[in-house]
């Protein structure tokens, strides 16, 4: 989907087409526009003025997405909003709304099932779709079936998406950036050496910024330069499994194949603290805190119906650094007083001089709640050796 959330605001919002829009910086409150909208008037008629802007946020926020407008600038996905403000000030800034933006994921998935039942969900706004089986999906080396997806999503939601058709998922996924917004492009494998190979290393999807950063340090910027190392020498560089990794998807080779369904590999809740807080001097605030991410994620854990074993926290200190911790105990839990006492004891582990400015609570190792691996008994040695002792205080 096209600027996923800036979008879906742009529907409700349609006086802010075509003006750099950032999304982000907190959950959906009542909005400050709204405190200004004409007797009688519906959304649409809140004037652009009054919507807040960039240059006046303050805060620890980031940017969930922006409108093409606001890229534009240089601004994007996961960017501090206080950084983005010195880059385009005049965007308007509105707060993000999960609930619409599940609503919409969920109409234009069912409108892709309706042609094209064998989808990956990928997320809130990005699915993998395996057309080979279905009806004149190949017409056009499957343009014709691209086109039809994207008019019956507009026409369900008023929102676009980009569509990349290949062989394989990590060309789709390289194709869907080519063209947007509201692009097709189709790549075939005989495209691999003219459309793949002159693109950047970053364009892969698996190569984050250090991966990058050490290519470069040996004169690889491009899916090309990557593809003419051997296959050993990237094995001596990267590791066994990243070094082989990397050759195969250099040569567009990938045949994982689309999963209708799995299961997740972890549940969690983290907040950004809007002022660094402290473990001694703000332990009442950050107890409340770290036991409202506890219950949130033991809520999320029962709502969809998983239990976990492994529980860990995530603290992010002043200077950025990240500290992680994690503890596995005797027994599958989606217990809210369970997680936050295992989790405290991970706190116990960190050190917590500096002031914090996140944290975040997990709970991995996740089974389906009331399945036999759920029901399993646990071992009295192991229950005894990871178990939290509950008369124990965490930290705060």
């Known amino acids: 989907m096209d600027a996923f959330y800036a979008s879906v605001e742009l529907l409700r919002y349609p006086q802010?087409?075509?003006?750099?829009?950032?999304?982000?910086?907190?959950?959906?409150?009542?909005?400050?526009?709204?405190?200004?909208?004409?007797?009688?008037?519906?959304?649409?008629?809140?004037?652009?003025?009054?919507?807040?802007?960039?240059?006046?946020?303050?805060?620890?926020?980031?940017?969930?997405?922006?409108?093409?407008?606001?890229?534009?600038?240089?601004?994007?996905?996961?960017?501090?909003?206080?950084?983005?403000?010195k880059l385009c000030p005049q965007a308007i800034i509105l707060p993000v709304d999960f609930d619409e933006y599940r609503r919409f994921s969920r109409a234009f998935k069912q409108v892709i099932l309706e042609v094209a039942p064998l989808m990956e969900?990928?997320?809130?706004?990005?699915?993998?779709?395996?057309?080979?089986?279905?009806?004149?999906?190949?017409?056009?080396?499957?343009?014709?079936?691209?086109?039809?997806?994207?008019k019956a999503i507009f026409s369900e939601t008023g929102l676009t998406c980009s569509i990349g058709v290949a062989p394989n998922k990590l060309i789709a996924k390289m194709a869907s950036e080519f063209n947007k917004p509201n692009g097709i492009s189709v790549v075939y494998e005989d495209d691999l050496e003219s459309r793949i190979w002159p693109l950047p290393c970053r364009k892969v999807n698996g190569i984050g910024p250090k991966a990058d950063e050490k290519l470069k340090r040996f004169g690889i910027e491009t899916v090309g330069q990557l593809a003419a190392r051997d296959r050993d020498w990237?094995?001596?560089?990267?590791?066994?499994?990243?070094?082989?990794?990397?050759?195969?998807?250099?040569?567009?080779?990938?045949?994982?194949?689309?999963?209708?369904?799995?299961?997740?590999?972890?549940m969690s809740r983290e907040t950004t603290f809007d002022r660094d807080l402290h473990a001694v001097r703000n332990r009442a605030e950050l107890g409340a805190i770290f036991t409202r991410l506890c219950?949130?994620?033991?809520?999320?854990?029962?709502?969809?119906?998983?239990?976990?074993?492994?529980?860990?926290?995530?603290?992010?200190?002043?200077?950025?650094?990240?500290?992680?911790?994690?503890?596995?105990?005797?027994?599958?839990?989606?217990?809210?007083?369970?997680?936050?006492?295992?989790?405290?004891?991970?706190?116990?582990?960190?050190?917590?001089?500096?002031?914090?400015?996140?944290l975040g609570v997990r709970v991995g190792a996740l089974a389906k709640a009331g399945s036999p691996e759920a029901l399993a008994p646990a071992g009295s040695a192991q229950r005894a050796a990871s178990e939290p002792v509950a008369t124990t205080a965490s930290l705060f």
């Open 234 to 266: 990237l094995i001596a560089n990267f590791g066994k499994a990243t070094g082989a990794w990397m050759h195969e998807v250099a040569w567009g080779r990938d045949d994982r194949p689309v999963v209708t369904e799995s299961e997740p590999v972890s």
């Open 295 to 358: 219950e949130q994620v033991a809520a999320d854990l029962q709502r969809k119906g998983y239990v976990g074993k492994t529980i860990g926290i995530k603290l992010r200190y002043d200077d950025f650094k990240i500290a992680t911790r994690d503890q596995t105990i005797g027994h599958f839990t989606a217990d809210a007083k369970t997680i936050r006492q295992t989790g405290g004891q991970c706190l116990k582990r960190v050190p917590l001089e500096r002031p914090l400015r996140l």
């Open 121 to 150: 969900d990928r997320g809130v706004d990005e699915v993998y779709i395996d057309f080979t089986d279905v009806p004149g999906g190949q017409r056009d080396g499957g343009r014709s079936l691209a086109r039809l997806l994207q």
């Open 16 to 85: 802010l087409k075509g003006l750099p829009v950032v999304i982000g910086g907190g959950r959906r409150r009542v909005d400050e526009a709204i405190r200004d909208l004409p007797e009688g008037g519906t959304l649409a008629d809140i004037p652009v003025d009054s919507f807040p802007r960039l240059k006046d946020y303050t805060g620890r926020g980031v940017i969930t997405t922006a409108t093409y407008p606001a890229r534009q600038f240089g601004v994007g996905s996961a960017m501090g909003l206080m950084k983005a403000a």
